[in-house]
């Protein structure tokens, strides 16, 4: 027979946690999005800690109460990519 266990080595009461689905990677580095503007956001670095049912800890980067996208970050992640495109490549 086989099980699977989750074994809880510490429990933090005051963990800051965003939904999996909010953070992206770039270049293996997580971030996440914060709204600045009905279409603007900042792309913000930020480091894990545990991952817990679909939520990740934010160790830090992020304050706490400050908004995150959590719907359509592939789109904005591909629009910082896009965004990237070219840069440093034209002349002045």
Do not use: N, W
Request: net charge positive; aromatic share 6%; with cysteine.
């Amino acid at each position: 027979m086989f099980a699977r266990a989750r074994i809880l080595t510490r429990r933090t009461d005051k963990a800051l946690l965003v939904p999996a689905a909010a953070v992206q990677y770039v270049e293996g580095k997580p971030l996440v999005f914060v709204p600045l503007a009905d279409d603007l956001f900042d792309a913000r670095a930020i480091q894990i800690g545990t991952k817990s049912d679909g939520h990740l800890q934010v160790l830090a980067g992020l304050a706490p109460q400050e908004p995150v996208a959590i719907t359509h970050t592939f789109a904005l992640k591909s629009a910082l990519l896009m965004s990237r495109l070219g840069a440093g490549c034209a002349d002045d």
